[in-house]
């Protein structure tokens, strides 16, 4: 059982992400309606600082993207046997319609090893890199980043995909999930389960934020868009 304040971080960190992106909106007509993530508020902001464990992972994606330029060239050169195998995975799909990617990918990540960061690293949270992930494995958050940038090698624009830090309900802990837009769809790649969702039929997730390379979100449930308004004044990050 994940201790307290653990548990209780995302709430804290979601909250402080919308006093941030509540300094875009003085009133609550601009505050875009409740059609975003999960039939939540969705406030964006373009400053990434507050996520300094995001801002890390995306640095360490040049050190990930040499290790697989040199294991493409040479299969003497991949750093292990785990990154042979991505590397065959990106190779295979490189053709293969976007659906197929999406549902193989999924499938694909989904078969590494579960593993809390206790255990890999001695934290209650830590964001791997996805050169952390091949070796290590991780916990979902680490599941959705390698989902991410392998997606985006094989083509998603960045724009349409986001790693969504969400409560299960159903289970009663936090989750991070993989969130990718295609062709007019909301889908939700997740590592409890190979199959790849459409969005509207995932009623167990409640998202604290989301984010990818160029924007961060705080998402309010419909019942608090009343309190998010009513912020005496915005603040600045």
Request: hydrophobic content about 40%; some cysteine.
């Amino acid at each position: 059982m994940m201790p307290l304040s653990a548990t209780l971080l995302p709430f804290a960190l979601a909250a402080s992400l919308l006093m941030a992106g509540s300094a875009q909106a003085n009133t609550m007509a601009d505050i875009p309606p409740p059609d975003g993530l999960f039939g939540t508020v969705e406030i964006p902001s373009r400053d990434l600082q507050a996520l300094p464990q995001w801002t890390r992972v995306i640095g360490d994606f040049k050190k990930s993207d040499r290790a697989a330029r040199l294991c493409d060239q040479d299969i003497q050169k991949c750093a292990s046997q785990q990154m042979t195998l991505w590397r065959a995975k990106i190779q295979e799909l490189t053709e293969a319609e976007r659906s197929t990617q999406l549902r193989e990918i999924n499938r694909f990540i989904n078969k590494w090893r579960h593993v809390s960061d206790m255990e890999n690293y001695g934290h209650a949270d830590y964001w791997a890199s996805p050169l952390e992930f091949i070796t290590n494995g991780g916990d979902s958050e680490d599941f959705a980043i390698m989902k991410y940038i392998s997606l985006k090698e094989l083509g998603v624009p960045v724009a349409n995909m986001r790693i969504v830090v969400t409560s299960d309900v159903l289970r009663g802990q936090n989750h991070t999930i993989l969130y990718v837009r295609e062709n007019g769809r909301r889908l939700v790649l997740d590592s409890q389960n190979d199959t790849v969702q459409q969005e509207k039929n995932v009623k167990y997730y409640v998202p604290f934020y989301s984010v990818n390379e160029t924007t961060r979100w705080a998402h309010v449930a419909n019942e608090a868009t009343e309190i998010a308004g009513a912020t005496e004044k915005p603040r600045d990050d």
